[in-house]
């Protein structure tokens, strides 16, 4: 069983400052299948106070170093592959197929479609169970960041140490 209770904040794994466990069942076999920590108002303000001392560094970070960061995490995604639809197929309860093609895959999409097409990084043109058209148009602003929100659990507690 995976023992997820710890949060990451400000760069580092961090207990809960008042423990609050859940069991996590697999929806496949109805089987506990991790704990996890429900975390508080303390937890969360801990969590936006490190937030907003982050982003006074970030919002002086450069555009070409953020789309550098950011196609780092998208190879990274990309080379855990595997891992990333395992966890997927386990908190759903998905067939690992369907969560490789369909969901690991979204993810993969959000990231790639985060990254500017005005840069000379190469493209890639498609991916397992892809279903993004190869062309869309892009300002070259990094407005689609937010999506990044949706993958942050997954790649925090699988790729701790990746960057």
Do not use: H
């Not at 423990?19 to 429900?38: G, H, K, M, R, Y």
């Not at 997927?88 to 979204?106: C, H, K, N, R, V």
């Amino acid at each position: 069983m995976l023992d997820k209770r710890n949060f990451y904040i400000n760069g580092k794994w961090t207990a809960p400052i008042k423990s609050n466990d859940f069991q996590v069942i697999n929806p496949s076999n109805e089987e506990p299948c991790a704990i996890v920590s429900l975390g508080g108002v303390a937890d969360v303000n801990s969590a936006v106070k490190a937030a907003k001392e982050a982003f006074s560094s970030w919002s002086q970070t450069s555009k070409d170093e953020k789309i550098s960061l950011i196609q780092k995490l998208y190879e990274i995604y990309k080379s855990r592959w595997s891992e990333m639809a395992e966890s997927i197929s386990l908190e759903m309860g998905a067939p690992i197929d369907w969560a490789s093609t369909a969901q690991t895959s979204s993810g993969a999409s959000q990231l790639r479609l985060t990254i500017p097409f005005d840069t000379k990084a190469p493209r890639p043109t498609s991916m397992p169970g892809d279903r993004l058209s190869k062309e869309y148009p892009d300002d070259g602003s990094l407005s689609k960041l937010p999506s990044l929100v949706f993958f942050n659990l997954y790649i925090g507690i699988l790729f701790p140490t990746s960057f």
